[in-house]
């Protein structure tokens, strides 16, 4: 494999500027994005499935790996009252994230690695469409670096490519979170499974 995948922290390839449009929150946008970043032509079928499926946010907002911005700013604009905290690894994804957040004007959106963020924060949404292809066993740990911060009440709705494994992350999770915690499949649709984590309310 080449070592400019999409999650590396600083991709090889040139750091060319394009204008895509895309559509989101029901309206076209023009969005920057570059080589060496996640799904750079537009927007993932993944994430398009996620984001039809996921009630409005609230609260505390996290969005894990977020690319270039898509779930993050679709998540600011629903919820303007609250915080979106979207973090990544590439550093080329997190520059493109907060322009294109601020581009639209949001100001609610905070964009980082992921230790930039309070490690006392809890979330009470959180969004991912995460990088399974990472690993099993680094997605299993970045799921339990956060996935564990949920708020009480709180929810985690996830996107998963059902050939890429989403019925055994959805058996794992259920083994590795608290046995009042509930793991749902929501939905199903494309080649995809949205996965809702929830914790119950105190
Ligand atoms: C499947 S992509 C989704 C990107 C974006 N949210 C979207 O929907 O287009 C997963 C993202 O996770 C990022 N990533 C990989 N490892 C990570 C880690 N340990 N912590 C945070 N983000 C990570 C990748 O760089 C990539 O941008």
Not at 1 to 28: C, K, Q, W
Not at 51 to 79: F, H, M, N
Not at 89 to 100: C, F, G, K
Request: net charge neutral; glycine share 8%; proline share 7%.
């Amino acid at each position: 494999m080449s070592s400019d995948h999409y999650f590396s922290a600083s991709p090889a390839s040139a750091d060319e500027r394009r204008t895509i449009s895309v559509e989101l929150n029901g309206r076209a946008r023009k969005i920057q994005t570059a080589a060496g970043i996640f799904s750079p032509s537009g927007l993932d079928k993944g994430t398009e499935v996620l984001l039809k499926y996921v009630p409005t946010p609230r609260g505390r907002i996290l969005d894990i790996g977020c690319g270039w911005g898509p779930i993050t700013i679709t998540a600011a604009e629903q919820s303007p009252e609250s915080r979106v905290y979207g973090v990544d690894v590439n550093e080329r994804s997190i520059e493109l994230a907060r322009l294109n957040a601020q581009n639209l004007g949001l100001d609610n959106v905070v964009v980082g690695r992921p230790e930039s963020v309070d490690p006392e924060l809890e979330f009470d949404t959180i969004w991912s469409n995460p990088p399974i292809r990472i690993g099993k066993d680094a997605l299993h740990e970045l799921l339990l670096q956060w996935l564990p911060r949920l708020a009480p009440g709180g929810e985690a709705w996830m996107v998963v490519q059902k050939n890429l494994g989403s019925d055994s992350l959805q058996k794992w999770l259920v083994a590795q979170l608290p046995g009042d915690w509930n793991v749902t499949r929501e939905a199903t649709a494309k080649a995809f499974r949205v996965l809702k984590v929830s914790r119950p309310a105190r």
